[in-house]
């Protein structure tokens, strides 16, 4: 006859299993997540402007860096780095970034890919020009 009180060792033994299966899996995608840092140049080719490289490709869960600079010439050589999805809306000339107050700027673009897709970088200042895309594998 068998206790209510005693435990069968092997379903013990499964249901560690299991939660320690299940522990590593929700860890599994974060272990595995990475900085992926960028250098963005905007360029200007044959009188078409536009970030280089013109697709970022990160995975879900990883840190994103991006060292944006303008080398397209001209007096005003101020271009947008906008990533909606992401609330991302810096501004770069020949230098790096600028600040809100339009001052060279020691930081550079971060934020974590928290979604999967297909994400369009753009100028918000010169929409009409200058894009790319983001793309953030799953």
């Not at 900085?35 to 490709?57: C, H, N, Y």
């Amino acid at each position: 006859m068998i206790s209510r009180n005693s435990t069968n060792p092997k379903l013990t033994a499964l249901l560690l299993g299991i939660t320690v299966f299940a522990a590593s899996t929700l860890t599994y995608s974060k272990a595995f997540a990475e900085t992926r840092t960028f250098q963005a140049i905007a360029v200007e080719i044959s009188g078409t402007k536009f970030w280089l490289p013109s697709t970022m490709i990160v995975k879900k869960g990883d840190t994103v860096k991006i060292h944006a600079v303008s080398k397209i010439p001209g007096k005003n050589n101020i271009h947008g780095f906008q990533i909606n999805d992401f609330k991302i809306n810096a501004l770069a000339d020949d230098q790096g970034l600028l600040d809100d107050k339009g001052k060279h700027s020691e930081n550079d673009i971060e934020f974590v890919a928290s979604k999967a897709g297909i994400f369009t970088i753009r100028c918000q200042l010169h929409p009409a020009h200058i894009g790319g895309q983001l793309v953030v594998l799953d």
